[in-house]
């Protein structure tokens, strides 16, 4: 069984930057790919940013592609999203999820593709 723990969220001012982390359990965390999705109040879970599961390939949604940058650690089990230049409508539950298959090396964008979520971290960006 495969457990998620995201960590990182705060309150942060419009501009500032955070960076979250989310640890894996398990041993075949280095063999999937990765994925960091967002829900407001109100909204649909969305894609923010995924990277393959051996770091070579990334994506990202448009509305954050130049100020967010996905990345992992295999070694720790960690994939890490750090955001900069944030802004209010950042605001959102951020959630990390593993893909459900092995060794995909493409960048995987839709939420129904990954199996194991986190519980979420609250990022509030104030203006």
């Known amino acids: 069984q495969v457990q998620l723990v995201e960590s990182g969220g705060g309150l942060v001012q419009a501009g500032g930057s955070l960076r979250l982390s989310c640890e894996a359990s398990?041993?075949?965390?280095?063999?999937?790919?990765m994925g960091w999705f967002r829900q407001a109040p109100g909204k649909e879970r969305e894609f923010v940013a995924a990277?393959?599961?051996?770091?070579?390939?990334?994506g990202y949604a448009d509305s954050v592609k130049g100020r967010f940058t996905i990345s992992r650690d295999n070694a720790k089990g960690v994939v890490y999203l750090q955001m900069n230049s944030l802004k209010p409508e950042d605001t959102a539950v951020y959630y990390c999820?593993?893909?459900?298959?092995?060794?995909?090396?493409?960048?995987?964008?839709?939420?129904?593709?990954?199996?194991?979520w986190g519980q979420g971290t609250q990022v509030t960006v104030s203006s």
């Open positions: 398990g041993r075949t965390f280095s063999r999937h790919a």
């Open positions: 999820a593993q893909h459900g298959i092995e060794f995909t090396p493409a960048v995987v964008t839709t939420r129904e593709a990954y199996g194991y």
């Open positions: 990277i393959n599961w051996s770091g070579g390939s990334m």
